[in-house]
């Protein structure tokens, strides 16, 4: 019998379907081993790092240890991205696998499988080194940074070579905003009869260094125009293209616009997705499909007489991008519905109608250009009227079969109705009525999750494995909450971008691309992980000193103890007092001096009142076996063992209200 090692566990009954009786399928359940938790876990100088099994892991190497034994063949079959590939090389080294074999697929169909085992491979070494030095890049500017970083502020902080830089970038869209300052300025429009409207072109009576005309006397006059006449009257036709089949970035984006998903969810939904075979890997940074896909597309199109594009359409890619898989779309784009709960499937028919529109021809308008001239104050006003009618709807056909917005970009929106008639040169015509318009000069938007991926993107900042993450982690963090479906920074985010920035390289928006090119060519072989590691930690070595000379370690000031004593055990109070990390006041209250009592009580006229009740052990579990109990701190709600002081792990409290056993409080996952 043969072994199949996939990554997630809810891939292993479809799979394991596809096979048959003469396999076996098990799960790794994601990584198995890390650094460890309490020390660097890197040895110089060649950056070596020391393994651990996770908690987790340990079981699941033991499990997996002993199907190796009956196996005949072991094949890694963990995500066909560099998190997978080290994933593989992991589980093969705990495992002491000898001639483990490799394969990778994009979608979980039985021929894609089955492709896959026909054509197995050794593991990818540069692919491991690159994820290997992303993580241990991560653990430098964690490891080495939050420490001085947490000094300077005076309370604990921590640094990340990807989040930092996303925190910074929510810190100064908010600056800009608060910063702004709107400009009032001024044009006109002229409404006639028939039902079209024409603008003034301001941009000729600008004065000297002006963006704007400020001018409302000049903006009247204009708009009082008694007659014009015809200066030009020009016809042509516009194009717009299909958006492109979805990047992990695009598809975030537009499930944000028509769906309302954040990153994170539009994630776990594609995740689902993927897993039960209906859509291809949904990390993915090409907005290209495989030749085979194409054809099936373009056949499936052409039954249902829909019009083609002459020639499959090919996109350019960002710089930077990886291109190791081909865009998200459905294994079988003759599949309508997919998905086990209403999400899912909505995100499903997203994806399937964006796929259908790529190998679409172009929507195509008539354009009607038409320019009217007035004498005014020795100067010629020209008022320019534009009409567009959809003449072949090209790929928008598709918008009649769902209301969803199939495209993300920001310039795409349609035009409204215009229907400006045909006249001729010379001809003479009056307005029917002409109004000011009063403008005023917009501050920057706050950033969307959605959009703060797009920056990110765009600035070469993470990777599409990653993008998802970052966003998850400074919210976590509360560096950044979220306002209305805005991100919005907390005093203590801006805490931390006013501190790092300037004093450390990670922050700066160009040296972290580089270091994502760099990663990027270690994993392409044009780079070593010894040299890359050695330049980034001379580099950081040097940045950590000079922050620690101008931030220099403070004694740190021990709580007050008071006179009160402790109703449960008879030891003194002290009195715990600051400013709450979220940015939403102060905390003061009275603890047991004694952490292993663990009382507390209440601030009432600054003497302790009546001891909170001590928190009932709840259903969940600890990794070492004891319930957990829910607490609250200055920082928030946590999870605590009960076996506290012996067992001091704590966890923080999820989105569905449960432990978050992946992440442990002030770990990390």
Same mark, same amino acid.
């Given at each position: 019998?043969?072994?199949?090692?996939?990554?997630?566990?809810?891939?292993?009954?479809?799979?394991?379907?596809?096979?048959?009786?003469?396999?076996?399928?098990?799960?790794?359940?994601?990584?198995?081993?890390?650094?460890?938790?309490?020390?660097?876990?890197?040895?110089?100088?060649?950056?070596?790092?020391?393994?651990?099994?996770?908690?987790?892991?340990?079981?699941?190497?033991?499990?997996?240890?002993?199907?190796?034994?009956?196996?005949?063949?072991?094949?890694?079959?963990?995500?066909?991205?560099?998190?997978?590939?080290?994933?593989?090389?992991?589980?093969?080294?705990?495992?002491?696998?000898?001639?483990?074999?490799?394969?990778?697929?994009?979608?979980?169909?039985?021929?894609?499988?089955?492709?896959?085992?026909?054509?197995?491979?050794?593991?990818?070494?540069?692919?491991?080194?690159?994820?290997?030095?992303?993580?241990?890049?991560?653990?430098?500017?964690?490891?080495?940074?939050?420490?001085?970083?947490?000094?300077?502020?005076?309370?604990?902080?921590?640094?990340?070579?990807?989040?930092?830089?996303?925190?910074?970038?929510?810190?100064?869209?908010?600056?800009?905003?608060?910063?702004?300052?709107?400009?009032?300025?001024?044009?006109?429009?002229?409404?006639?009869?028939?039902?079209?409207?024409?603008?003034?072109?301001?941009?000729?009576?600008?004065?000297?260094?002006?963006?704007?005309?400020?001018?409302?006397?000049?903006?009247?006059?204009?708009?009082?125009?008694?007659?014009?006449?015809?200066?030009?009257?020009?016809?042509?036709?516009?194009?717009?293209?299909?958006?492109?089949?979805?990047?992990?970035?695009?598809?975030?984006?537009?499930?944000?616009?028509?769906?309302?998903?954040?990153?994170?969810?539009?994630?776990?939904?594609?995740?689902?997705?993927?897993?039960?075979?209906?859509?291809?890997?949904?990390?993915?940074?090409?907005?290209?499909?495989?030749?085979?896909?194409?054809?099936?597309?373009?056949?499936?199109?052409?039954?249902?007489?829909?019009?083609?594009?002459?020639?499959?359409?090919?996109?350019?890619?960002?710089?930077?991008?990886?291109?190791?898989?081909?865009?998200?779309?459905?294994?079988?784009?003759?599949?309508?519905?997919?998905?086990?709960?209403?999400?899912?499937?909505?995100?499903?028919?997203?994806?399937?109608?964006?796929?259908?529109?790529?190998?679409?021809?172009?929507?195509?308008?008539?354009?009607?250009?038409?320019?009217?001239?007035?004498?005014?104050?020795?100067?010629?006003?020209?008022?320019?009227?534009?009409?567009?009618?959809?003449?072949?709807?090209?790929?928008?056909?598709?918008?009649?079969?769902?209301?969803?917005?199939?495209?993300?970009?920001?310039?795409?929106?349609?035009?409204?109705?215009?229907?400006?008639?045909?006249?001729?040169?010379?001809?003479?015509?009056?307005?029917?009525?002409?109004?000011?318009?009063?403008?005023?000069?917009?501050?920057?938007?706050?950033?969307?999750?959605?959009?703060?991926?797009?920056?990110?993107?765009?600035?070469?900042?993470?990777?599409?494995?990653?993008?998802?993450?970052?966003?998850?982690?400074?919210?976590?963090?509360?560096?950044?909450?979220?306002?209305?479906?805005?991100?919005?920074?907390?005093?203590?985010?801006?805490?931390?971008?006013?501190?790092?920035?300037?004093?450390?390289?990670?922050?700066?928006?160009?040296?972290?691309?580089?270091?994502?090119?760099?990663?990027?060519?270690?994993?392409?072989?044009?780079?070593?992980?010894?040299?890359?590691?050695?330049?980034?930690?001379?580099?950081?070595?040097?940045?950590?000193?000079?922050?620690?000379?101008?931030?220099?370690?403070?004694?740190?000031?021990?709580?007050?103890?008071?006179?009160?004593?402790?109703?449960? +055990? *008879? /030891? &003194? $109070? =002290? %009195?715990?007092?600051?400013?709450?990390?979220?940015?939403? !006041?102060?905390?003061?209250?009275?603890? #047991?001096?004694?952490?292993?009592?663990?009382?507390?009580?209440?601030?009432?006229?600054?003497?302790?009142?009546?001891?909170?009740?001590?928190?009932?052990?709840?259903?969940?579990?600890?990794? +070492? *076996? /004891? &319930? $957990? =109990? %829910?607490?609250?701190?200055?920082?928030?709600?946590?999870? !605590?063992?009960?076996?506290?002081?012996? #067992?001091?792990?704590?966890?923080?409290?999820?989105?569905?209200?449960?432990?978050?056993?992946?992440?442990?409080?002030?770990?990390?996952?």
């Amino acid at each position: 019998m043969n072994l199949l090692i996939l990554e997630s566990p809810g891939k292993v009954k479809k799979v394991q379907s596809i096979l048959g009786v003469d396999w076996k399928v098990a799960a790794s359940v994601g990584h198995v081993r890390d650094l460890p938790e309490r020390e660097l876990g890197i040895a110089l100088p060649d950056f070596t790092p020391a393994y651990t099994p996770t908690e987790r892991g340990k079981d699941v190497l033991k499990r997996l240890a002993a199907l190796v034994k009956d196996a005949g063949a072991v094949y890694l079959a963990t995500d066909p991205d560099r998190e997978g590939e080290a994933i593989a090389w992991h589980v093969a080294d705990a495992l002491r696998l000898k001639n483990p074999k490799r394969v990778t697929y994009s979608e979980i169909t039985a021929s894609a499988i089955q492709a896959a085992l026909k054509a197995p491979r050794p593991l990818d070494m540069a692919l491991v080194a690159a994820q290997e030095a992303r993580r241990v890049l991560d653990r430098f500017c964690g490891y080495l940074v939050s420490g001085p970083l947490s000094r300077a502020a005076g309370t604990r902080l921590s640094a990340g070579r990807v989040q930092s830089p996303a925190v910074r970038l929510v810190v100064e869209r908010e600056r800009a905003i608060k910063g702004f300052v709107s400009v009032t300025h001024y044009g006109a429009e002229l409404a006639f009869a028939g039902g079209w409207n024409a603008i003034w072109l301001t941009k000729p009576w600008l004065q000297a260094g002006q963006e704007y005309l400020l001018d409302t006397a000049l903006a009247d006059r204009v708009a009082a125009l008694p007659a014009l006449t015809v200066k030009d009257c020009m016809e042509s036709e516009s194009h717009t293209a299909p958006p492109a089949p979805f990047t992990t970035s695009s598809l975030q984006q537009a499930a944000s616009n028509a769906l309302k998903f954040t990153p994170k969810q539009t994630m776990q939904f594609a995740q689902e997705l993927y897993e039960s075979g209906h859509i291809t890997y949904m990390r993915t940074d090409s907005p290209n499909l495989s030749a085979e896909a194409v054809a099936e597309i373009r056949a499936f199109c052409q039954a249902h007489g829909w019009p083609l594009v002459d020639k499959p359409r090919i996109w350019k890619s960002k710089e930077g991008a990886q291109e190791a898989h081909e865009a998200v779309r459905p294994t079988h784009i003759g599949v309508e519905e997919a998905g086990d709960t209403p999400d899912e499937q909505a995100l499903y028919r997203l994806i399937r109608l964006r796929t259908l529109a790529s190998q679409l021809a172009d929507a195509v308008y008539d354009v009607r250009t038409l320019r009217l001239a007035a004498a005014l104050d020795g100067k010629e006003a020209v008022i320019e009227a534009r009409g567009r009618v959809l003449r072949d709807p090209g790929w928008k056909v598709l918008l009649a079969t769902d209301a969803a917005t199939l495209d993300e970009r920001d310039d795409e929106g349609d035009e409204p109705e215009n229907p400006v008639p045909m006249l001729s040169q010379g001809t003479s015509v009056s307005p029917a009525s002409g109004r000011v318009l009063t403008k005023k000069t917009k501050p920057p938007t706050r950033f969307s999750e959605a959009s703060l991926v797009r920056e990110l993107e765009n600035r070469g900042i993470g990777r599409p494995a990653t993008f998802a993450a970052i966003v998850d982690t400074i919210l976590k963090r509360e560096y950044v909450r979220v306002e209305k479906r805005q991100l919005v920074p907390t005093p203590v985010g801006e805490q931390v971008v006013d501190l790092l920035t300037g004093a450390f390289s990670f922050l700066d928006y160009e040296f972290t691309r580089v270091m994502e090119d760099n990663l990027d060519a270690i994993a392409g072989g044009a780079a070593s992980y010894r040299e890359v590691m050695e330049m980034a930690y001379e580099q950081l070595q040097q940045e950590v000193g000079d922050f620690t000379a101008k931030y220099p370690q403070q004694e740190r000031k021990a709580p007050e103890v008071t006179e009160f004593v402790c109703d449960a +055990c *008879g /030891k &003194p $109070l =002290v %009195r715990m007092k600051g400013q709450r990390r979220d940015g939403s !006041g102060e905390y003061d209250f009275f603890s #047991c001096s004694d952490r292993a009592c663990n009382a507390s009580y209440p601030n009432v006229d600054g003497k302790p009142g009546e001891a909170r009740k001590k928190p009932e052990p709840t259903k969940f579990k600890c990794t +070492c *076996g /004891k &319930p $957990l =109990v %829910r607490r609250e701190s200055a920082k928030g709600p946590f999870f !605590g063992c009960s076996g506290y002081p012996v #067992c001091k792990k704590l966890y923080q409290v999820g989105e569905d209200g449960r432990p978050n056993f992946d992440a442990p409080k002030g770990g990390k996952k």
